[in-house]
C-alpha cells in the first residue's frame, strides 16, 4: 500500500508545459516503475536495449542524411592489364634512393622510421600509414603498410609505420571505440613534426588500410601539414562495429575536410563490397580521385605495387608541390 502511495505521490508531480508531459517527467516515471516493480538486473537490460535501439536509430538517420549527397563520384576502373602496367611503370620509374630504417619507441608506440639517406626533393614529405583491426592479428607489418612503405621509401620520401595500443610492443589495449588509436596516430605526428622526430618535414600524407583508414581518415584535419589521405580497402558497412557505434563521429571527420582524398578498393573486396563502395564514397567532396581495382580482395596479396603506383599518381597530379615520385 505504501509503495502505491509513493508511486500516485510522484506522478502528481509531473511537470506539464503547455498540456504536455515533458520527456524528462516520463523518463522519471518510467525509472520509478522499473525500479519499484522489476528486479534491477532485468531493469538494466531494459535500459541497455533502449540505449542500443536509440543508437541504432541516431546511426541509421545520420547515415541516411549523408547518403543522400550527390557529389560528382567517376570510379576509374583498373583492370588486369592496367595493373600489370602500372607495376611495370613502377619498377621502371624508382630512383632506388638508399634508405635507413630504425625501429623505435615513439613515447608507448612501436614504430619503424623509413628515412632517405641522403636529402632528395621529396624528403620534406613524411607518408604515415596505419594498419587494420589489432583484435584481427592487423599490425604494422601487415603486407599492405609493409610493402608500401618500403616502395615509398626507394622514391625519396619518409615513411613511418607504427602499432595501435594494444598491438605488439606498443603498451595499452584496444579502446573499441577508436578515440584511443586515433590518439596514438595524433602522437605520431606530433612527434614527426617535433624537434626529436624527422628533420625538415612539410607534408604529410596520411596512407589508412581496412581498419586504419578509419581512424587516419578521420585524422586529416588535426595538423595543416597533413596534405591529404589515401583509404585502401576502407570497411565503410563494418564501421558501427570497429567503432562501437561511433561511426558517425568518424564519419563526420572525414567527410568534413576540403583536403585531397584517395580512394582504393578491390571489386572483390569481403567487407565493403562495389556497391557500398561506390555509395559511401559518394558522400565525399569532388576534390577526391576513387578507384575500383579488378580481381582484388580485402587482403591486397600480390598487389601492393598497384597501390604504390596510383598513390604516386595522386601526388602528381593533387599535390604536385610535394614531388610527384620524381
Given amino acids: 500500500m505504501g509503495k502505491c502511495t509513493d508511486l500516485n505521490t510522484r506522478l502528481n508531480q509531473i ?109 620534406k614529405t613524411c607518408f604515415v600509414l596505419t594498419h587494420p583491426w589489432g583484435i584481427l592479428g592487423g599490425d604494422m607489418d601487415n603486407n599492405v603498410p609493409s610493402e608500401i612503405a618500403n616502395a615509398l621509401t626507394t622514391f625519396g620520401y619518409n615513411t613511418v609505420r607504427f602499432n595501435f595500443r594494444g598491438v605488439g610492443r606498443s603498451s595499452g589495449c584496444c579502446t573499441w571505440r577508436g578515440h584511443g588509436e586515433r590518439n596514438d596516430l595524433k602522437t605520431i605526428l606530433t612527434w614527426i613534426l617535433s624537434n626529436k622526430g624527422i628533420p625538415n618535414i612539410e607534408h604529410i600524407v596520411l596512407v589508412g588500410y581496412s581498419y586504419g583508414s578509419m581512424i587516419s581518415n578521420s585524422a586529416a584535419d588535426l595538423f595543416p601539414q597533413i596534405k591529404a589521405f589515401v583509404s585502401i580497402a576502407t570497411p565503410f558497412t563494418c564501421y ?42 559518394k558522400c565525399f567532396d569532388a576534390n577526391k580521385i576513387v578507384y575500383l581495382i579488378d580481381g582484388v580482395d580485402h587482403g591486397w596479396w600480390g598487389v601492393e605495387s598497384v597501390a604504390v603506383a596510383l598513390i604516386l599518381r595522386f601526388i602528381q597530379e593533387k599535390l604536385p608541390e610535394i614531388g610527384g615520385g620524381k
Fill in 240 to 281: 558501427w562495429g570497429l567503432s562501437l557505434f561511433n561511426c558517425a563521429y568518424f564519419n563526420r571527420s572525414a567527410r568534413t575536410t576540403t583536403k585531397p582524398k584517395l580512394f582504393m578498393c578491390g571489386d572483390a573486396d569481403d567487407f565493403t563490397g562495389t556497391k557500398n563502395y561506390k555509395k559511401y564514397t
Fill in 15 to 123: 511537470s506539464v508545459c503547455n498540456g504536455n508531459v515533458s520527456f524528462t517527467s516520463i523518463c522519471l516515471v518510467l525509472l520509478i516503475c522499473l525500479n519499484i516493480y522489476v528486479q534491477r538486473h532485468t531493469a538494466a537490460k531494459m535500459i541497455a536495449a533502449v540505449w542500443f535501439v536509440y543508437k541504432m536509430f541516431k546511426l541509421y538517420s545520420a547515415e541516411s542524411k549523408a547518403l543522400k549527397t550527390t557529389a560528382p563520384n567517376p570510379i576509374l576502373r583498373v583492370n588486369g592489364k592496367n595493373q600489370h602496367l602500372l607495376t611495370e611503370e613502377l619498377r621502371k620509374t624508382s630512383p632506388m634512393v638508399p634508405t635507413s630504417t630504425k625501429k623505435v619507441m615513439i613515447e608507448s608506440l612501436d614504430a619503424v622510421v623509413n628515412t632517405p639517406t641522403l636529402p632528395t626533393t621529396n624528403s
